[in-house]
T-cell receptor
Framework: DQQVKQNSPSLSVQEGRISILNCDYTNSMFDYFLWYKKYPAEGPTFLISISSIKDKNEDGRFTVFLNKSAKHLSLHIVPSQPGDSAVYFC??????????????FGQGTILTVHP | KAGVTQTPRYLIKTRGQQVTLSCSPISGHRSVSWYQQTPGQGLQFLFE???????NKGNFPGRFSGRQFSNSRSEMNVSTLELGDSALYLC??????????FGSGTRLTVV
């Protein structure tokens, strides 16, 4: 049961343009979401998060949007840079009970930014 | 402040052997969780420890086990290694639900 889904395995964007990475979730109990960037053979690096009490959160070039009714979130990167090329994961932490300390990840989207 | 430290970075083991991986969390973080990353399965949750107690376990066989010490350092052990256990093993420490910081991982290759 894939509770967090990233349906686009890859995305290719020109430098300077906008990158939009999408994520859907099915578990209504999720109330907090995180985006991570990952290079091969390294651990994920935290990018930005959003709480379900908000519908938007910005941090520099990164903005995350949350649409609770659609159970959908997206990460916007503007402008995209070649150094942004990596795998991007969205993740949701459990809220307790049998979900303590558990991050549920999407499958990841490989972003390639061309110079 | 120091990040999450995982040792060793790379490991090659033979089928049937056992292996122990180590994770030192960020100072003050009491929660340590472990994940397995493989090309086919993505990032899968193994287990989580808080104050030396396992609070949650993922859907992995009993060959995968872990523990946490009083200083919050954690180890995970895999016994009777199989080829399919080849993966990147990641640990994350957190202070609360939102602050998960990952180590660089241990790349385990089983031959």
């Amino acid at each position: 049961d894939q509770q967090v889904k990233q349906n686009s395995p890859s995305l290719s964007v020109q430098e300077g343009r906008i990158s939009i990475l999408n994520c859907d979730y099915t578990n209504s109990m999720f109330d907090y979401f995180l985006w991570y960037k990952k290079y091969p053979a390294e651990g994920p690096t935290f990018l930005i998060s959003i709480s379900s009490i908000k519908d938007k959160n910005e941090d520099g070039r990164f903005t995350v949007f949350l649409n609770k009714s659609a159970k959908h979130l997206s990460l916007h990167i503007v402008p995209s840079q070649p150094g942004d090329s990596a795998v991007y994961f969205c993740a949701a932490p459990g809220r307790g009970g049998t979900s303590y300390g558990k991050l549920t990840f999407g499958q990841g989207t490989i972003l390639t930014v061309h110079p | 402040k120091a990040g999450v430290t995982q040792t060793p970075r790379y490991l090659i083991k033979t089928r049937g052997q056992q292996v122990t991986l180590s994770c030192s969390p960020i100072s003050g973080h009491r929660s340590v969780s472990w994940y397995q990353q493989t090309p086919g399965q993505g990032l899968q949750f193994l287990f989580e420890y808080f104050s030396e107690t396992q609070r949650n376990k993922g859907n992995f066989p009993g060959r995968f086990s872990g523990r946490q010490f009083s200083n919050s350092r954690s180890e995970m052990n895999v016994s009777t290694l199989e080829l399919g256990d080849s993966a990147l093993y990641l640990c994350a420490s957190s202070f609360d639900r939102g602050g998960y910081t990952f180590g660089s991982g241990t790349r385990l290759t089983v031959v």
